[in-house]
């Protein structure tokens, strides 16, 4: 047992050493573009840093799923997120934020609308002078009602989202 506390004593002391490295590298000439085109999966997105320590962000994602069940079904996403830049370094710029979004979905039968919450932590990952991608994860809560029927449903999801960054100034 001892042995296991003393390897993830020895695990979170290597990963701290990896932050604290990646966040203080070159902090003092990093560069600050201020507006993105921001392209997440499978969306479209302007991207806007407000101050070296904040950015704001309008979303637009949609997908299309053929279900054998329910067949093709299309989801729209219509998001604004805020995050806050941690420690912002030369190449990786670690993040916190909170995201709201209007969300439907709809088939030949049925359409659903409502909204989507969450907060995330993530990094963004410069790559070149004005291009960068990123991730980040987080819990989210999703709550959408049936049109016609108005049966409802609320849950909890644990949302990750990929997305390049192409800077414009």
Same mark, same amino acid.
Not at 137 to 142: C, H, L
Not at 152 to 157: C, I, Y
């Given at each position: @047992? +001892? #042995? %296991? *506390?003393?390897? @993830?004593?020895? =695990?979170? #002391?290597? %990963?701290?050493?990896?932050?604290?490295?990646?966040?203080?590298?070159g902090?003092? =000439?990093?560069? %600050?573009?201020?507006?993105? *085109?921001? %392209?997440?999966? /499978?969306?479209?997105?302007?991207?806007?840093?407000i &101050?070296?320590?904040?950015?704001?962000?309008?979303?637009?994602? /949609?997908?299309?799923? !053929? &279900?054998?069940?329910?067949?093709?079904?299309?989801? !729209?996403?219509?998001?604004?997120? $805020?995050?806050?830049?941690?420690?912002?370094?030369?190449?990786?710029w670690p993040?916190?934020?909170?995201?709201?979004?209007?969300?439907?979905?709809?088939? $030949? =039968? #049925?359409?659903? &609308?409502?909204?989507?919450?969450?907060?995330?932590v993530?990094?963004?990952?410069?790559? +070149?002078?004005?291009?960068?991608?990123? +991730?980040?994860?987080?819990?989210?809560?999703v709550?959408?009602?049936? !049109?016609?029927?108005?049966? &409802?449903? =609320?849950?909890?999801?644990?949302?990750?989202?990929?997305?390049i960054?192409?800077?414009?100034f």
């Amino acid at each position: @047992m +001892l #042995y %296991i *506390i003393n390897s @993830m004593h020895a =695990t979170l #002391y290597r %990963i701290a050493i990896l932050t604290f490295f990646l966040c203080y590298v070159g902090k003092a =000439t990093a560069a %600050i573009p201020n507006l993105a *085109i921001t %392209i997440p999966y /499978t969306g479209i997105g302007i991207h806007y840093n407000i &101050s070296p320590a904040w950015a704001l962000e309008a979303r637009y994602l /949609t997908d299309k799923y !053929d &279900s054998d069940r329910f067949g093709d079904i299309t989801s !729209d996403v219509i998001g604004l997120r $805020a995050q806050r830049y941690l420690l912002a370094a030369r190449k990786v710029w670690p993040f916190i934020g909170a995201e709201t979004a209007y969300v439907t979905s709809k088939n $030949a =039968t #049925y359409k659903t &609308s409502g909204f989507a919450s969450g907060a995330f932590v993530g990094a963004e990952f410069f790559t +070149l002078r004005r291009a960068s991608f990123g +991730l980040d994860v987080g819990p989210y809560v999703v709550s959408l009602e049936e !049109d016609r029927t108005k049966v &409802s449903s =609320t849950g909890l999801e644990f949302v990750i989202n990929a997305f390049i960054n192409l800077y414009v100034f």
